[in-house]
T-cell receptor, first 111, second 113 residues
Framework: QKEVEQDPGPLSVPEGAIVSLNCTYSNSAFQYFMWYRQYSRKGPELLMYTYSSGNKEDGRFTAQVDKSSKYISLFIRDSQPSDSATYLCAMSASSASKIIFGSGTRLSIRP | NAGVTQTPKFQVLKTGQSMTLQCAQDMNHNSMYWYRQDPGMGLRLIYYSASEGTTDKGEVPNGYNVSRLNKREFSLRLESAAPSQTSVYFC????????????FGPGTRLTVL
């Protein structure tokens, strides 16, 4: 079993829809949770960063962490075609330990 | 401020050839990482260096070696390339000390024939 599981998609939604992306994990020691966005033929770029449980909002993006269920989510409101990319979740136990990535979900926003 | 830079951007090798992928960061980060990304596999850690002078194996280290030349530079060497090493290679750096975000380079696309 992988430490981090992520549905690879692809996920296709119409412009303006709310998108929900999710990851589950098995290591209860994880405390740092990240979402990266990766456009085709580019390196991943950090989108959201959360420490421990709770919600974090940044513009149209909201990250949620539920440590009791070992489940994290990324919500995108008012989705735009420019949001079309692969989204990778990532997590680590401490600032000194390795970061473990999910396999990524490919998202497509239809105009 | 260039962030994380990688060279070359593209490379084609024949089986058995060797090459070194270069990575440099100008953010004064302590930790540096090498990943490979294959379709459906996500990012898999090859090697990492938590600080200057130290290196450790990641998830898929076989067939690779690394050198942390100084705080800025972290190179990845393929001694005898194999077709299974065809992939996109990403270098990343991280400040550490509570700042837990990684910054990635643009990647190197390697094809081994």
């Amino acid at each position: 079993q992988k430490e981090v599981e992520q549905d690879p998609g692809p996920l296709s939604v119409p412009e303006g829809a709310i998108v929900s992306l999710n990851c589950t994990y098995s290591n209860s020691a994880f405390q740092y949770f990240m979402w990266y966005r990766q456009y085709s033929r580019k390196g991943p770029e950090l989108l959201m960063y959360t420490y421990s449980s709770g919600n974090k909002e940044d513009g149209r993006f909201t990250a949620q962490v539920d440590k009791s269920s070992k489940y994290i989510s990324l919500f995108i409101r008012d989705s735009q075609p420019s949001d079309s990319a692969t989204y990778l979740c990532a997590m680590s136990a401490s600032s000194a330990s390795k970061i473990i990535f999910g396999s990524g979900t490919r998202l497509s926003i239809r105009p | 401020n260039a962030g994380v830079t990688q060279t070359p951007k593209f490379q084609v090798l024949k089986t058995g050839q060797s090459m070194t992928l270069q990575c440099a960061q100008d953010m004064n980060h302590n930790s540096m990482y090498w990943y490979r990304q294959d379709p459906g596999m996500g990012l898999r850690l090859i090697y990492y260096s938590a600080s200057e002078g130290t290196t450790d194996k990641g998830e898929v280290p076989n067939g690779y070696n690394v050198s942390r030349l100084n705080k800025r530079e972290f190179s990845l060497r393929l001694e005898s390339a194999a077709p299974s090493q065809t992939s996109v290679y990403f270098c990343a750096s991280r400040a550490g000390g509570g700042a837990d975000t990684q910054y990635f380079g643009p990647g190197t696309r390697l094809t081994v024939l």
